[in-house]
């Protein structure tokens, strides 16, 4: 069993950044790939970004590539999401996502283990 706790969400302005974070307890989060969701209101789940378990690969959304950095503290048992250049259509809940299969598997949603989420709110 895996739990997660996200943190560091809020509200910051438009071309602003924000980092998230992810804290696994329970079983080793390096026997994980990890990422992030977001949902926004009305809106489905979607597929942020992956990393896997030694964090040598990431998957974005094209939505995010180039704006978002995943990366992840096996030590510390955390992962993170560096959100730079932020626009008003990232705000979302973010959850936090593990699952003991590969990393570009992740994408698909179909999880074993999340997070309650965190909430960002980029404003205009």
């Known amino acids: 069993q895996v739990q997660l706790v996200e943190s560091g969400g809020g509200l910051v302005q438009a071309g602003g950044s924000l980092r998230i974070s992810c804290a696994a307890s329970?079983?080793?989060?390096?026997?994980?790939?990890m990422g992030w969701f977001r949902q926004a209101a009305g809106k489905e789940r979607e597929f942020v970004a992956a990393?896997?378990?030694?964090?040598?690969?990431?998957y974005y959304a094209d939505s995010v590539e180039g704006r978002f950095t995943i990366s992840r503290d096996n030590a510390k048992n955390t992962v993170h999401l560096q959100m730079n250049s932020l626009k008003p259509e990232d705000t979302a809940v973010y959850y936090c996502?593990?699952?003991?299969?590969?990393?570009?598997?992740?994408?698909?949603?179909?999880?074993?283990?999340w997070g309650q989420g965190t909430q960002v709110t980029v404003s205009s």
């Open positions: 329970g079983r080793t989060s390096s026997t994980y790939a």
């Open positions: 996502t593990a699952d003991p299969g590969p990393a570009q598997n992740l994408r698909l949603g179909v999880n074993d283990y």
């Open positions: 990393i896997s378990r030694r964090g040598s690969i990431t």
